[in-house]
């Protein structure tokens, strides 16, 4: 890697701006696989050195290959190459987790929680879950990894009278339900496109302002009771949502 930041490369005649020039190297070096994802790079001050580039020309370079997703920074603890995304396609018809989705792939699955808490309901989950003011419900706020990917934001809210301890969820939300013989059995899904703004695009590792997929589910019990209110931020560069389509029969006969 030191060769990668070589000082004269960078104080040649002509080639455009400083920062630019390392910009395009480090990315090069991406593309070729010189760098592999998920490998850290050195700290600034350390790049700045070998190369004789100041801090800010530095920065700069690695803030435009962030914004173009090639790196990704994690508070605390530097800067890496973004890792590669396997695209994931999911059926709309199925009810199904994100725990049961990614191991039917094969993927390794995890969670980074944000929160899991007991609350008294704010005035849409009141309306969504058909509760009252002296009802409390249980908020799960979760960061979801496949192969320890960031794939999506996970915000559920449940009743407590469905879900008295939230810190009883560990894996799959629909598998503690499923234990306790409240497992959704038919949901209703709202998906819309959004831009991440800056915090849950630092929880999913990419740039600000990157697409993402806003999907609000209401999920019901056989008996027709709505028992989770979940809304997440998916990817919009790891998922494609797939539905098959059928003609209704009334139209098949008018057109015989």
């Known amino acids: 890697m030191m060769a990668l930041f070589s000082h004269g490369a960078f104080h040649e005649a002509g080639g455009g701006p400083l920062y630019l020039r390392l ?3 480090i990315a090069g070096e991406i593309a070729s696989g010189g760098l592999a994802p998920g490998q850290g790079l050195p700290p600034e001050r350390e790049i700045a050195a070998l190369t004789g580039l100041s801090r800010v020309t ?54 980074v929680w944000l929160s899991r808490s007991v609350h008294a309901p ?26 320890d990917v960031p794939m999506a934001i996970e915000r559920a809210t449940l009743a407590t009278s469905i879900l008295p301890d939230p810190m009883a969820v560990e894996g799959s939300l629909y598998a503690v339900l499923a234990a306790r013989g409240t497992r959704p059995t038919r949901a209703v899904q709202r998906i819309s496109a959004a831009n991440l703004g800056p915090r849950d695009a630092e929880l999913l590792e990419v740039p600000v302002g990157a697409a993402g997929l806003w999907i609000e589910r209401v999920s019901y019990l056989p008996s027709g009771r709505v028992i989770e209110f979940t809304r997440s931020i998916y990817r919009g560069d790891a998922y ?17």
């Open 23 to 25: 910009s395009q190297r």
């Open 58 to 111: 530095v920065r700069k370079a690695v803030q435009s290959l962030v914004r173009s997703g090639q790196l990704v920074q994690r508070r605390g603890s530097g800067t890496f190459v973004a890792p590669k995304v396997e695209k994931v396609e999911q059926a709309l018809s199925m009810l199904t987790s994100f725990s049961e989705d990614m191991a039917r792939r094969g993927k390794a699955v995890r969670s």
């Open 122 to 147: 704010a005035p849409e989950e009141m309306m969504v879950l058909g509760l009252s003011a002296q009802d409390h419900v249980a908020r799960l706020e979760r960061v979801r990894l496949a192969d």
């Open 240 to 256: 494609d949502f797939a539905a098959e389509l059928q003609i209704p029969a009334e139209a098949e006969r008018g057109a015989s």
